[in-house]
Every structure is written in C-alpha cells, then in structure tokens.
C-alpha cells in the first residue's frame, strides 16, 4: 500500500467519522426569524420598511448605534406560526437570504445583516453570536475608511 | 386555554369538535402540500380547509366542557366563584352539613361505649334519649351557648337561602344548551358558550348540594327543641368526649377520628415485674381502612416505636374493615384496645418488643421507667389491673 492510498484511506475514515458524529444543534433560520417577529410583534409594515432600506440607512444606523449590546433573545428549539406569520416569516427570510440571519437576535441585526455580510463575509460565529450586528458594522466602515486614507 | 379563548383567533367547529388554527413550519408546509390533490383541496381525517385555511382536530367541544374543572382547576374555580356571586353576593362560610359520619359516630358508635360507664341501661336507646345524654353533659362547656345561638341564625340564615323561591331562579338556566353553530366561530364566542356549559355544571352540582342541605334541615326539623340544639352543636364543634369515649372532626366536612381511652393499666413481665402503662387514645378513622392506631406519643410492646400516631400490631385474624360503618368502628376500636391489655404474652413471641429483655439486644424501645412495685397504691387498691395476670 503506498503512503497515498494510506493518506487517503485515513482521510475517508475522518471523513465519515465527523459527518455520523453528533453536531451541536442550531435552530434553523426560519425559527429566528419567526422568534424576532414574534418577540417585536413584527408585521407587514416591517416586510415595507425593509424595501426602503438601502446604503444610506445602513451608514446612519451603524453611526448611531457604536456600543449597542447584544439583546438576549431566547430562541425555541422550533418555531411554529400561525398561516399568516409563516408568510411573513417567510417573505423576511427571502428577502435578507444571507447567513448572518441565523445570529440575528433583534429587527435591527436582521435590517443589518444583508450589508454587514456583503461587507465582510468571514466574519467569525463567536463574533456574530456575541456583538451587535450595528457595533460590526461600524466596525468594518471604519476598517474601510482606513484603508481609503492609506496611501 | 383561556388565552385561546381571550385571542383574536377564529376557529371551527365541526361535528361538536373543535378544530384549532393549523400552525406553520417549513416541514409542516411541505406535509399539507403533498396532501393537498390537483385541485387544491385536501381529504385527510384531521385536516380541514375553511375558507382557504388550515384547522387541525383537536378535542371534543362537550368532553372539554365536562372535564374543564380538571383540566384548568384555577380557571374554573375562579369562574365558579364568579357566577355563584352574582347569584348569592352574600355567600359566605357559614355553612351547615350534617354529614353521614357524624350520624353514624353519634346514634350508633358512642351508645355502645356508653352502656357500661354510664350506668344506662342495655336497652337500644332512641336518637332522641342520646341526644339528651349528651346534652346533659356538655351543657357545661363554655362555648355552648355561643355556637348554638350563632348556629340558629346561620341555619335561618341558609333556609332562606336555599328556600323553593331560591331554587326556581335556578330553573332559569335549566334551558337545554345546543352546541355552537357549525363552522367558522371566533374564540370569544365559544368562550361565551363555553361559560353557560360550566355555568350549568356548577348550578347542577349546586342544586345536588342544596337539595341536600335541605334534606339534612328536614331531619333537623324532626328532632326539635333541645335535642336540635345538640345535634347543630355537636355539627358545628365537631369534637366531643364523654366517657374515655370521644371523636374529633379532621377533615371538612366529614371525615372524624374515633377515639377511646384506655385508662391506666398494668402489663407484667417474664419475670413477674409490673409495667404502668398510661392512658392513651386508641382511635381509628373514618376513612377506611379502619386500623387503629395509637395518638399519643407511646410505648408498649405492640408498637413499633416510641412515637405518636403507630398502627397497634393486631392478631392477623382481624382484618381491618374497608367500609367505615357503626359496627366496623366498634369493632377495630376494640381490637385495638384489647390488643394493647390481652394481646402481650411475655413468654411468647407476639408483638415488636418484650418487657424486662435483659438481653436488649435488638431492644430500641425501653421499658425501665415504666417499671412500678407491687405495693404502687393503684394495683394495691385494684384501680389498675394487670391485665395479663393469667399467665
């Protein structure tokens, strides 16, 4: 057996081993956004607001909100609406389609989350989990505004 | 359930079950979508479509209204608070029940126990001659007059509260209630039927209860004067000892303990040696099964420690009675009184303990203290006998 067959028989073993082991449970995107809606009894008007939103809106609430917290929002395990909320859950969760919607915890990170992922994709899970999407993203407009000035 | 009852939401109502807003999930969407047909609709045993929207089965409209007090007991009984005031605003908790029990304790437990120590005659006594002895004998008591007068007025008091007159407004509700219309109905309206549901439950329970307190005023009304007056008394207090014979109320309305005293008494030992026992109440329940027990904290080689409240180690030929009756008290309260004087034989191996054990070996329960001389001016005199003096 050469040494590649041996690499690649060990790889597959690890492989396998990691995709049958327990992974930790996350709630899915769908039972955040529906658990935001119903903790700020959110409704059509939001699903309006959010066709406003664009650049200039964003900049001004990144501004306004540099050591905003983290609001703690007890999530379920799995989150079941009502026929009219599923819609709207829905229409929000296609609307903002963006990763960072899984560690969106109040209506501003969800407004938030589409700009701060297209600014920086990479952006580490402890560090979306545990800072306001408003604090990142004045965090990465300042990271910007560095780099313009650098020669 | 109050919430959903309280909520904005509409439900439906079909075949006399109520059938709740279906709610979502991506998966669950998927599920109604692979039931749904071409055209839309769905067939599925526990699915409906009402106007375009989803309602799930869930309970039986008349099984939810008959088992609401247990299903919410808070809610209920706040509702039944409610509506019994708006009927009697001047309810209160001046109830009178003269239970079953109590008969039973007084005209057919206590003439036993009476007999011998009270120098009555063996003859059957009528309920009237027993309620005059006791009259006799807790006229005396302090509070006597006071709760019998404060008795009367709470009796005249509850006649006119559950008078026919009072019973016909009942007959107002007595109209038969239909389920609610079929279909689409918002969750306040079914609240409101609902409400009438129970409001004709508790009335029902309420006439039961009535009827009753007036059939117990009718027996009253047969026995009168002063015989009346000891009966509503003895209602009231619920506790009462003549004789060594008495009986205390433990439960509302009518759950008692029966008691009897055993006086002092003398046990000897192996050896000959005398043991003064105190006296102590041998009582049993009404609440079957009738086993007698000891109150006092108490020693004694039937018992299994020195505590209150033990079961006596009785012979195994009796078995204590499941039905609590007249007779079935007498008897487990002389089983268990003979068992504490007869049933300890200082040769044999009855019992959890022995008197005078000089081995003491598996011994938790001592004796010494109790220990008394031949010449003890109670057994010199014969006023406490030894009561195994046989062996």
């Known amino acids: 057996?050469?040494?590649?067959?041996?690499?690649?028989?060990?790889?597959?073993?690890?492989?396998?081993?990691?995709?049958?082991?327990?992974?930790?449970?996350?709630?899915?995107?769908?039972?955040?956004?529906?658990?935001?809606?119903?903790?700020?009894?959110?409704?059509?008007?939001?699903?309006?607001?959010?066709?406003?939103?664009?650049?200039?809106?964003?900049?001004?609430?990144?501004?306004?909100?540099?050591?905003?917290?983290?609001?703690?929002?007890?999530?379920?395990?799995?989150?079941?609406?009502?026929?009219?909320?599923?819609?709207?859950?829905?229409?929000?969760?296609?609307k903002l389609d963006n990763p960072y919607l899984n560690y969106a915890r109040d209506p501003e990170e969800l407004i938030l989350?589409?700009?701060?992922?297209?600014?920086?994709?990479?952006?580490?899970?402890?560090i979306l989990a545990n800072r306001h999407f408003a604090w990142l993203s004045a965090q990465e407009l300042e990271k910007i505004t560095e780099n313009r000035k650098l020669p | 359930m109050e919430q959903l009852l309280n909520s904005g939401l509409e439900v439906v109502i079909k075949s006399g079950v109520l059938y709740l807003p279906l709610l979502f999930d991506p998966d669950i969407v998927r599920e109604v979508q692979e039931l749904q047909n071409h055209a839309g609709e769905i067939s599925h045993p526990l699915l409906i479509q009402v106007s375009g929207r989803h309602f799930i089965k869930t309970l039986g409209l008349f099984s939810l209204a008959e088992n609401y007090a247990q299903i919410h007991p808070g809610e209920y009984q706040r509702y039944k608070e409610e509506f019994l005031?708006?009927?009697?605003?001047?309810?209160?908790?001046?109830?009178?029940?003269?239970?079953?029990?109590?008969?039973?304790?007084?005209f057919q437990a206590l003439p036993h126990f009476l007999r011998r120590t009270s120098g009555l005659s063996r003859k059957g006594l009528s309920e009237g001659e027993i309620?005059?002895?006791?009259?006799?004998?807790?006229?005396?008591?302090?509070?006597?007059?006071k709760v019998t007068e404060e008795l009367a007025q709470s009796l005249a008091w509850q006649q006119s509260r559950s008078s026919p007159r009072r019973l016909e407004r009942w007959e107002e509700l007595e109209e038969a209630l239909a389920p609610p219309e079929e279909g689409l109905i918002a969750a306040r309206d079914l609240r409101l039927w609902l409400r009438q549901v129970l409001a004709r439950q508790i009335w029902d329970q309420e006439k039961a209860r009535l009827e009753q307190t007036l059939k117990d005023q009718e027996d009253l009304g047969v026995i009168s004067g002063k015989r009346r007056e000891v009966l509503l008394y003895l209602a009231a207090v619920g506790s009462l000892e003549i004789d060594g014979f008495g009986f205390t109320r433990i439960r509302l309305p009518d759950d008692y303990l029966i008691y009897r005293r055993t006086g002092e008494f003398a046990l000897k030992d192996f050896y000959g040696r005398i043991y003064l026992f105190p006296d102590c109440r041998v009582a049993v329940s009404t609440m079957p099964p009738l086993k007698p027990v000891v109150l006092e904290k108490y020693k004694h080689p039937l018992l299994q420690r020195h505590a209150p409240g033990q079961a006596i180690c009785i012979s195994r030929d009796f078995i204590p009675p499941k039905v609590f009756?007249?007779?079935n008290a007498i008897a487990?309260?002389?089983?268990?009184?003979?068992?504490?004087?007869?049933?300890?034989?200082?040769?044999?191996?009855?019992?959890?303990?022995?008197?005078?054990?000089?081995k003491k070996t598996h011994q938790t329960v001592d004796f010494d203290d109790l220990k008394i001389s031949r010449e003890h001016p109670g057994i010199a005199a014969g006023r406490i006998e030894i009561k195994n003096d046989f062996i």
């Open chain 2, 85 to 106: 005031h708006k009927f009697w605003p001047a309810a209160s908790d001046r109830e009178f029940s003269l239970g079953p029990n109590l008969k039973t304790i007084i």
């Open chain 1, 113 to 126: 989350s589409p700009f701060l992922y297209r600014m920086n994709p990479a952006l580490p899970e402890e």
């Open chain 2, 131 to 145: 309620l005059d002895f006791i009259g006799e004998k807790i006229e005396a008591r302090a509070d006597y007059g």
């Open chain 2, 332 to 358: 487990a309260l002389e089983e268990g009184v003979s068992a504490l004087f007869y049933n300890y034989n200082s040769r044999g191996r009855w019992g959890y303990h022995k008197l005078g054990d000089v």
């Open chain 1, 1 to 94: 057996m050469t040494l590649f067959e041996t690499d690649l028989k060990r790889n597959l073993k690890a492989n396998r081993a990691r995709e049958s082991g327990k992974k930790p449970f996350r709630p899915s995107r769908f039972t955040v956004v529906s658990a935001i809606i119903k903790a700020y009894g959110l409704d059509l008007a939001f699903l309006g607001l959010l066709d406003r939103v664009d650049e200039r809106v964003f900049h001004n609430l990144a501004k306004s909100a540099k050591i905003k917290e983290k609001p703690g929002l007890e999530l379920p395990l799995f989150s079941l609406t009502t026929e009219d909320g599923y819609y709207l859950t829905n229409a929000i969760k296609e």
């Open chain 2, 325 to 327: 009756s007249g007779a």
